[in-house]
């Protein structure tokens, strides 16, 4: 398997080529040469395997340059009951008769990032001792992708952590869970200022080349190839499950950077029996917009709206560039001439393209979920299943079920704990959620970070002493 640029540049490069890269060099991401196949006959035998088993069968697919027994042991420590609770890992859960919800955070940040990102952990430690170097990961969170991103490569050898966070400005959740992380390889730093303070010193220090060289910065970007291959995998142990009883399910997805459903897309390409993929956004809708018009139009970052769904709050879906590729028929000098259109106009148009058949070809439908129906939502299915779900579960379940079709099996993913968002779930239901027990045992905990300014300076001294 070698991966090639969206944007046509480079060589084709193998997969630990890429594991540890951002954007390929001529700024395009990068994409498999082309998708692997699974039979009808890989896909019976598919039923019976345990999750870390079919993980295993599909990602080696995509990582065959990883040793098979390097792979299936990082698999194996990852996709763990100790990790994600049960021994399902994703449970599925039938809420009625063609009605479920894929449990996809149930992991150690009650997210859906971490089912990717625990993998990504073990993946990152063995490409580097593999090439006896570090790598100090450098990043921002306004809450949740940074805990994720703690939890994932805390205690791996050769990692260090450098996680910028605005002080005070995080849910408590989000700062417990942070903060409390005691790792020698975890270093949390509170800024006196906002999120945009701390992005844009992680910018300023990547920018400096020689600092970012010496220090030997990197990043896990949502971009990161492995944590879409990662994703595949919960599509196919939904799918095999749910179709046996029902037939094709459709999957109704919250969106924001387009790496979940991405995912959902690209297993339907390897031959999964997927009918259609429901793309739900919140208030913040260039994905809807595009899917329903075929005007792609990116949102200026003044223009994004703080929601109830803060996961989903993006200007630019850093993932759907993969999409349009496949789009185009992976034609770069189409390519060339859509990112020129956006950069010229800050939209591209393929309204009067063939293209523009092929979105509803590929199974693609959207719609978008306000604070409102977020509320009536959640409240909704308190009332009728009494099940408590997240705001992001319930933007999708919202368009989910506006798409839903009689006889259709419905796949609604279910990507955070309704825990992580207690004021949304109160103003919906009148009452707490349910703290989990993992998250009660860190309210007697110590926390750890060190305060400092919005300040490059500081904060590069900061991270050079800590390397030293
Ligand atoms: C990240 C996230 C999403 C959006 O997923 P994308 O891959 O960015 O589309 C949805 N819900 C939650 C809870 C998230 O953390």
Redesign the pocket.
């Known amino acids: 398997m070698r991966y090639v640029s969206t944007r046509g540049g480079g060589e084709p490069q193998r997969f630990s080529d890429i594991l540890l890269e951002g954007l390929a060099l001529d700024g395009g991401l990068y994409v498999p040469e082309e998708y692997p196949q699974v039979s009808s006959g890989e896909l019976s035998a598919m039923r019976s395997m345990a999750y870390p088993e079919l993980t295993f069968a599909l990602l080696s697919k995509f990582m065959d340059d990883i040793p098979a027994g390097d792979l299936r042991r990082m698999v194996n420590g990852t996709y763990t009951k100790e990790v994600f609770g049960t021994d399902e890992i994703v449970p599925v859960k039938k809420l009625e008769q063609g009605l479920y919800l894929l449990g996809l ?1 149930e992991g150690p940040t009650l ?3 971490d089912i990717a990102l625990q993998l990504l952990g073990r993946l990152f430690e063995h490409t580097l001792a593999q090439r006896n170097e570090p790598l100090n990961i450098l990043g921002a969170t306004s809450g ?1 992708t940074g805990s994720a991103a703690e939890y994932a490569l805390r205690g791996r050898k050769g990692i260090r952590v450098f996680m910028l966070s605005p002080i005070g400005r995080m849910s408590e959740f989000q700062r417990r869970q942070m903060y409390t992380l005691s790792d020698p390889n975890i270093f949390n730093i509170a800024i006196r200022g906002t999120f945009d303070d701390c992005q844009d010193i992680v910018k300023a220090l990547n920018e400096d080349a020689a600092f970012k060289k010496r220090y030997k910065l990197g990043a896990v970007n ?1 971009i990161n190839w492995a944590r879409i291959a990662a994703q595949i995998v919960y599509y196919f142990w939904a799918c095999v499950r749910v179709a046996r009883e029902n037939g094709e399910p459709d999957f109704a997805v ?8 991405l995912a959902g897309y690209i297993a339907k390409r390897m031959g999964l029996p997927i009918r259609r993929l429901i793309l739900a956004t919140n208030e913040n809708n260039a994905l809807e917009e595009f899917f329903k018009t075929g005007v792609y139009r990116p949102r200026k970052g003044s223009e994004v709206a703080a929601t109830s ?1 803060p ?2 709050d ?1 200007s630019k879906a850093s ?1 759907f560039e993969r999409y349009v590729f496949d789009l185009v028929g992976r034609d770069v000098g189409r390519m060339a001439k859509l990112w020129s259109d956006l950069k010229e106009n800050g939209y591209f148009d393929v309204s009067k393209a063939g293209e523009f058949a092929r979105l509803a070809e590929d199974g693609f439908v959207a719609g978008s979920s306000t604070h409102a129906d977020r509320l009536a939502t959640i409240r909704a299915f308190h009332e009728k299943y009494g099940v408590l779900i ?1 705001p ?1 579960t319930a933007d999708g379940v919202k368009v989910g079920l506006e798409h839903r079709e009689k006889g259709v099996p419905l796949v609604c993913l279910e ?2 704990r309704p825990a992580k968002f207690a004021a949304t779930i109160r103003e919906a239901v009148g009452q707490e959620p349910p703290m989990p027990e993992s998250f009660r045992k860190l309210a007697n905990m110590p926390e750890h970070f060190e305060v400092l300014p919005p300040d490059n300076e500081a904060v590069g001294a900061y991270i050079a002493r800590r390397i030293a």
């Open positions: 955070s997210a859906f990032k949740d949502s919250p969106t924001g950077n387009f790496g979940n459903i769904s996961s989903m993006i993932n997240d992001h990507t955070a």
